[in-house]
């Protein structure tokens, strides 16, 4: 598993831009506010742990289900409580979108 | 963890901590559990950072707090893993709810689970038990604890509707709830094992369901009923299904197992006892109970006081966290004299608490106590002798007292 968060690629030629260009940062910003959404709106930073901000699995399943419609990738269920903070969460997003 | 307790020594209860995952693996939680008995039968820990709770130990007073929801709430959470963190299932999980919802479901999902309804099981019982027993026969080391794990998969799998290729991934995401921390079960952090753990036994129960709905068939099972189940006037919520359904595989799987191995381990320490039984068989339900006393698998169940309420000699303050230690209420010389000795025509054993009390006295308990009788029927009448083949290895974990491993050889009869 990559440890640096990456810049995905800018589209510099005339191709259709499916969405906005990303950064991993507001990738980690996206996904942060997520986990707020989806933890009664409590406040979450890109790198809070996910059981210290009152994560659980209930919230979990939400989570993964929310990503999976946003970014279309499905997280595997250890790999999500195993990255435990937004930026780790978006790494692996994108390493889906890499894959895909 | 031990079940025959070292002697008595002298333990400062002031410091004594009663959450150290040490003092169940290597440790010996009957002796403070005697001296809280004894000496602060109200017991109060505050935990590193904060978190505190009151613990009740003597026979009575746990049966108080377990059995009255009006004093003693449910509905904040009742696995002293999450004390401080209040269930965000409550009210929907069947444990985690108060009476007169609890009672609507407890009855509904129940009725599938009596004595008279679990015994026209008996035969395929027999036969998933007598199937576990054959690789003892051969003579070589079993490992009892190990493999026991997977019994209640092979005696349940097929009437909870649990198809056999999921039965070892089940069995291990609901040890990893019960020991997120053990060598055997951890995934990264506890935390993390306990949501992994949780989450996929959620979607599994989920997915289960969809596709039975999907396919439109039915199989009499007991996740089926708990799909068709109506409580009051309307059917379970799929919220409620995934929850109970996860709660019903929890139930099921990591508690027998410990039952088995502890009570076995005990009829090996005293050989007596085993040619008892063996003689007459009349004597195994109540070796069953014993057993239960004896091992009591379910360490402990907690629960939140709704006011300020006078237990044990002191006072739990409204809200405060309380924990009934069912371990502890087994051993109560004043209910169960000697109560540090093993034997199985022991009278009153049947006033064992191993399955709780009061309205959350477990569901599965008529078909735990056929499957035990049956399995002890069937141990009895093909071995001979057992002997221990090794050290065995204690279960991490607060809650569940259990063991990973008891190597042992059994010759057959």
């Known amino acids: 598993m990559e440890s640096t968060p990456r810049v995905s690629h800018q589209n510099g030629g005339g191709g259709t831009i499916a969405e906005p260009p990303v950064t991993a940062d507001s990738l980690a910003r996206a996904v942060a506010d997520v986990w707020s959404e989806c933890l009664g709106g409590r406040e979450v930073a890109p790198e809070d742990d996910f059981f210290a901000v009152g994560g659980s699995s209930l919230s979990g399943i939400k989570i993964i289900d929310r990503l999976a419609e946003d970014y279309g990738v499905r997280l595997s269920v250890r790999a999500f409580y195993l990255a435990q903070t937004p930026t780790r969460v978006a790494e692996l997003i994108e390493q889906g979108r890499a894959a895909a | 963890m031990r079940l025959t307790p070292g002697p008595d020594r002298d333990i400062d209860l002031d410091t004594v901590n009663l959450f150290d995952l040490d003092l169940y693996t290597a440790g010996d939680p009957h002796t403070v559990w005697n001296a809280m008995r004894a000496k602060a039968p109200l017991h109060h820990q505050v935990l590193p950072g904060g978190r505190e709770f009151w613990s009740v130990t003597r026979y009575e007073d746990v049966c108080r707090v377990l059995g009255d929801h009006r004093e003693f709430t449910s509905e904040r959470g009742t696995v002293p893993t999450h004390l401080g963190t209040d269930d965000v299932a409550a009210g929907k999980l069947l ?28 035969d395929r019982i027999r036969q998933a038990i007598v199937g576990f027993l054959e690789p003892a026969l051969d003579g070589e080391v079993f490992d009892l604890a190990e493999r026991a794990l997977l019994l209640p998969a092979m005696i ?62 039915a199989d009499g099972s007991v996740l089926d009923h ?13 919220e409620e299904i995934a929850l109970d359904g996860y709660s019903i595989l929890l139930g099921a799987n990591v508690t027998t197992p410990h039952t088995v191995s502890g009570t076995v381990q005990a009829l090996i320490e005293h050989p007596e006892q085993f040619a008892r039984a063996q003689a007459d068989e009349s004597l195994i339900p109540n070796l069953v109970e014993e057993g239960l006393r004896w091992t009591s698998a379910a360490t402990n169940f907690m629960r939140y006081a709704v006011d300020d309420i006078e237990i044990g000699g002191g006072t739990i303050p409204a809200r405060g966290a309380v924990v009934a230690w069912i371990g502890s209420a087994n051993r109560d010389e004043l209910q169960f004299p000697d109560p540090h000795v093993f034997d199985i025509a022991r009278n009153g054993a049947k006033r064992q608490v191993a399955f709780g009390f009061g309205p959350h006295f477990c569901i599965g308990a008529p078909l735990a106590r056929m499957s035990l009788r049956i399995y002890f029927e069937e141990l009895l009448r093909r071995f001979s002798s057992l002997e221990f083949a090794g050290e065995p290895e204690h279960l991490r974990s607060f809650f569940i007292a259990g063991m990973t491993h008891l190597p042992i050889v059994a010759r057959k009869r």
């Open chain 2, 95 to 122: 444990t985690s709810t108060d009476p007169p919802r609890h009672t609507q479901v407890r009855r509904a999902i129940g009725a599938k689970l009596t004595a008279r309804a679990v015994a026209t099981w008996q």
């Open chain 2, 226 to 238: 708990l799909v068709n189940a109506t409580a009051g006037d309307a059917p379970l919520t799929d």
């Open chain 2, 156 to 217: 349940t799998g097929p009437l909870l509707g649990i198809p056999e290729k999921d039965w070892a991934e089940l069995v291990q995401l609901t040890a990893m709830v019960t020991a997120p921390s053990d060598r055997h079960f951890c995934h990264g952090s506890e935390d993390a094992t306990l949501a992994i753990a949780h989450h996929e036994l959620l979607s599994y129960v989920t997915e289960w369901v969809k596709q039975r709905r999907a396919s439109g068939e």
